[in-house]
């Protein structure tokens, strides 16, 4: 019987969606003996330029993902919104009015609308990466976060998945392709060895995330509309030789149960928000584990679906 060069099998399985995901499993022929030498030789050229890229931004003031010149695309909300939508509220992408492209910097400081991405990463035992900031950085230092990016101009939102596994976790994508589910995208990804990992949208519609910072950082506010993506690895965190990036000092991997917990205790750390008689809002000091509870509620409303 002659054995086609690849085969591929839809497997169906619960998921961790309330609804079936499609996974795609390819079978490959060995390739011929005069070729066997040529697919290592390749991912070791591909080690060597990432670990060079890794190292060059290691050394970087500031990294490419947080410079000020970095271009992001900004929206408008569309004429049916009357008033702004409250934090958490679920909006279809496809109605948003794009405004160009400006750099993250401005987008902060103006509150321009524009697009991120909160990343859950796990493993086969089904436990959650947790990333600690360094104190050097700018940012939200000293605190713990799930992976997170903002979309580039020209980014596909699964690209900016993609591209942030890269840069924070440190391995090499080789490929991804749309699966037969919609939402669903398989990616091969470069360490040691080649990893297939599920890549899956956790809500129906990104989120529109607000923050109001208050007299303390003059009045700046936050919008962005934000993507619940999970990030689904074939063996256990233990097995896999992981390169994060230098704005990491310390890592965690956590179970779900014990996710909750942590959640839950750092709510208890909140202050009131404070609106004043002209209706100026502050969403509070930023304490707690977290940079503050507005970041938090998104990794709570990931939660969710979880269970």
């Known amino acids: 019987v002659e054995i086609p060069a690849a085969i591929s099998i839809n497997i169906r399985a619960s998921s961790y969606y309330n609804h079936n995901t499609i996974m795609r499993v390819r079978f490959r022929r060995a390739p011929p003996p005069t070729m066997r030498w040529v697919m290592p030789l390749i991912a070791l050229v591909l080690l060597i330029i990432r670990h060079a890229v890794h190292n060059a931004k290691g050394n970087d003031a500031i990294s490419l993902r947080s410079s000020k010149d970095e271009m992001v695309p900004v929206y408008e909300l569309p004429p049916t919104f009357s008033i702004e939508p409250s934090h958490l509220t679920p909006i279809d992408p496809s109605t948003l009015i794009p405004k160009g492209s400006y750099s993250i910097d401005l987008v902060h400081r103006k509150g321009h609308l524009h697009t991120g991405h909160v990343v859950y990463v796990m493993d086969a035992a089904g ?22 990016e903002h979309s580039n101009a020209g980014e596909d939102a699964i690209e900016t998945v993609v591209r942030g596994v890269e840069e924070e976790l440190g391995f090499v994508a080789l490929n991804f392709d749309d699966s037969e589910f919609r ?6 990804f470069l360490m040691e060895d080649t990893l297939r990992v599920t890549v899956q949208n956790m809500t129906e519609f990104p989120m529109y995330y607000i923050r109001h910072y208050g007299p303390r950082m003059d009045n700046r506010i936050d919008r962005q509309l934000t993507y619940l993506w999970m990030v689904h690895f074939p063996k256990r965190h233990e097995q896999i030789k992981w390169n994060l990036d230098h704005e990491v000092v310390n890592h965690k991997w956590m179970s779900l149960d014990d996710v909750e917990q942590w959640l839950s205790d750092d709510a208890k750390k909140d202050t009131k928000i404070y609106t004043s008689a002209g209706g100026v809002k502050d969403d509070g000091p930023d304490i707690g584990d977290f940079c503050h509870r507005t970041i938090r509620s998104l990794y709570e409303a990931g939660l969710t679906n979880f269970f």
Not at 140 to 148: A, K, M, V, Y
Not at 183 to 188: E, F, M, V
């Open 127 to 148: 436990k959650i990466l947790f990333l600690q900031r360094s104190l050097d950085v700018v940012t939200c230092p000293g605190t713990w976060s799930i992976l997170g």
């Open 183 to 188: 939402g669903a995208w398989t990616a091969n």
